[in-house]
C-alpha cells in the first residue's frame, strides 16, 4: 500500500499538469497602425492575431475613428461594414459590429480562419500567397509580416 500511494501521486501529477499544459489556449499578438488624416481627430487600427501551433486561428480588428462630420464618420461606418459583408459573402468566417458615439466611430470584426476559405482567398489575391504555408494556412509570421508591411507595429 505505501509503494502504490507515491505511485498514484506521480500519475495524478503528470495527469493534471498535462491537462494544464494543453489548456493554455491561444497565443496573441497585437499590432497597432495609428495614423492622422484630415478630417479625422485620429485612426487607430488595431489587429489582434490568434494563432496554435504558428497557425492564425482568427484576427480581431478594432477599427477607430474620431471626427466631428457626423455624415462622414457614418460614410465611414457604411464602407467598412460593406467591405466586411462582401468578405463574408465570398469567403466565409466574419463577424462584425460597429457604432458611433460622442463623435467616435468603433468597429470590431472577427475573422475566423478554422471558417474562412483560405484557399479560395490566395487564389483570388495572389500577393497572400507570401503570408500563408504549403497548406494555405495563415502563419503568424505571415501576419505578422502582412501588418507590418501595411504601417502597423507588433509585439512580440
Do not use: W
Not at 14 to 42: A, R
Not at 71 to 97: A, F, H, P, Q, W
Amino acid at each position: 500500500m505505501k509503494k502504490i500511494l507515491p505511485i498514484c501521486l506521480i500519475v495524478i501529477i503528470i495527469i493534471v499538469g498535462g491537462v494544464l499544459y494543453s489548456n493554455t489556449g491561444p497565443d496573441k499578438t497585437t499590432c497597432i497602425q495609428e495614423f492622422h488624416q484630415e478630417p479625422y481627430d485620429l485612426l487607430v487600427n488595431e489587429y489582434t492575431i490568434y494563432s496554435e501551433d504558428d497557425i492564425v486561428t482568427k484576427v480581431v480588428t478594432k477599427k477607430t475613428a474620431g471626427c466631428n462630420d457626423q455624415n462622414r464618420l457614418k460614410e465611414v461606418e457604411d464602407n467598412i461594414n460593406n467591405s466586411y459583408k462582401t468578405m463574408n459573402e465570398k469567403y466565409s468566417g466574419y463577424s462584425y459590429k460597429s457604432s458611433i458615439k460622442n463623435n467616435k466611430l468603433v468597429s470590431v470584426a472577427e475573422i475566423d480562419y478554422k471558417v474562412f476559405d483560405m484557399e479560395k482567398y490566395v487564389n483570388d489575391i495572389v500577393a497572400m500567397k507570401a503570408y500563408v504555408n504549403e497548406k494555405n494556412q495563415y502563419t503568424l509570421e505571415g501576419a505578422k509580416q502582412y501588418y507590418q508591411h501595411i504601417g502597423a507595429t507588433c509585439n512580440e
